[in-house]
């Protein structure tokens, strides 16, 4: 296995903390622990490229060593090739390549949810004119749909028309090898077996950002067409006191099937909503998705996905800015009711005084 590495070249061996091996590296546990020591080759070729993103990027803390081990761009592409295959796409790696940390910076700005606690926003550059989405959807671990899809921001259309990205052509379906869920409780089931990652890059701010909730936040079966709508949602921070000072960004994914068959992806889109329900338009749109993009990253408390929650806080704080909008509209009616019935009872005053 290390044959490009002569026994007469390798370097001195590392030392390892003793409580870093015991799960790293199954089957050495013994010999690291008894000797305190594990050769870098074994180290880089045997242990690091077993480990997820935030675990990689754990062990870069641990010393000067480790961190100059762990920093090699080509096991940051095998983490970020593994969590999203999407990125395996030539355009894609371009793009990264780019990064000024290239595929380390890209796993940092896009694994983290966007931060929501602040709305002073730094002054931001100039719109990106042009958004990348990498969608990507896996059902119990196993990659079902994945796709690229590059979105111009500067025409007219774009600006002024409601803010959507749709993944699939109007008449594209993507096959899967899911079973279709006949009935409400396997449907229930398919929302804790379905993962979404929608990764939003600016190519020009070399930034990125994931806009999508790990797990779905409401599964549901339309009841005309039989179709199952699985939502996704992650909440952006907005312009304070505005309708739009919570936006949610959106995604359904739309599934078909019949009974006994297997489940087949027919639509895949992302829309842009602010606290009045509505959708917003490009421009819109995209001063709050630069915002996120530019601003700071957060992780959820103890890895517990926090899709579910926000995605409820905004609902409630929805539900709240109606009912505050219809007691001002119950009490304007009311106060116009009352001008009225006073301006009759004075002109039938008028009248009586002209009689009499």
Not at 305 to 330: N, T
Request: glycine share 8%.
């Amino acid at each position: 296995m290390f044959s490009s590495s002569p026994s007469s070249t390798l370097a001195p061996p590392l030392p390892l903390p003793a409580t870093a091996t015991a799960d790293a590296y199954e089957g050495h546990t013994t010999a690291a622990t008894s000797t305190g020591v594990i050769h870098p080759d074994i180290f880089r070729f045997n242990i690091l490229t077993r480990l997820d993103g935030p675990t990689l990027a754990s062990a870069s803390c641990v010393s000067s060593e480790f961190h100059a081990l762990s920093n090699q761009g080509s096991l940051w592409a095998d983490v970020c090739r593994s969590t999203w295959p999407s990125t395996d796409e030539p355009r894609l790696l371009e793009v990264i390549s780019a990064f000024a940390g290239g595929h380390r910076s890209f796993f940092s700005d896009s694994y983290p949810i966007p931060a929501l606690n602040t709305h002073k926003f730094a002054k931001t550059g100039a719109p990106p004119h042009e958004i990348i989405s990498a969608v990507d959807i896996h059902h119990r671990g196993k990659l079902i749909f994945s796709r690229v899809v590059e979105t111009e921001t500067v025409t007219g259309w774009f600006r002024w028309s409601p803010f959507r990205i749709d993944m699939l052509e109007p008449k594209d379906v993507v096959p899967t090898l899911v079973p279709y869920p006949g009935t409400d409780d396997e449907c229930r089931e398919l929302g804790n077996d379905l993962t979404l990652s929608w990764i939003m890059i600016d190519p020009n701010g070399q930034r990125a950002m994931n806009v999508s909730s790990r797990h779905p936040v409401s599964v549901s079966r339309h009841w005309l067409s039989g179709e199952v709508h699985a939502r996704f949602a992650t909440v952006l921070a907005g312009e304070r006191g505005s309708s739009s000072e919570f936006a949610q960004c959106g995604i359904v994914v739309t599934c078909g099937g019949t009974h006994g068959g297997e489940l087949q992806v027919r639509e895949v889109s992302l829309q842009v909503e602010d606290l009045d329900g509505m959708f917003l338009n490009g421009r819109d749109s995209l001063v709050i998705l630069q915002r996120a993009l530019e601003g700071k990253r957060r992780r959820a408390a103890g890895g517990v996905d926090e899709g579910k929650g926000m995605y409820e806080e905004f609902r409630r704080m929805k539900m709240e800015r109606k009912e505050k909008k219809l007691r001002a509209e119950g009490t304007l009616d009311m106060l116009c009711v009352a001008f009225v019935f006073k301006s009759l009872n004075l002109d039938n005053l008028d009248r009586i005084d002209s009689v009499y």
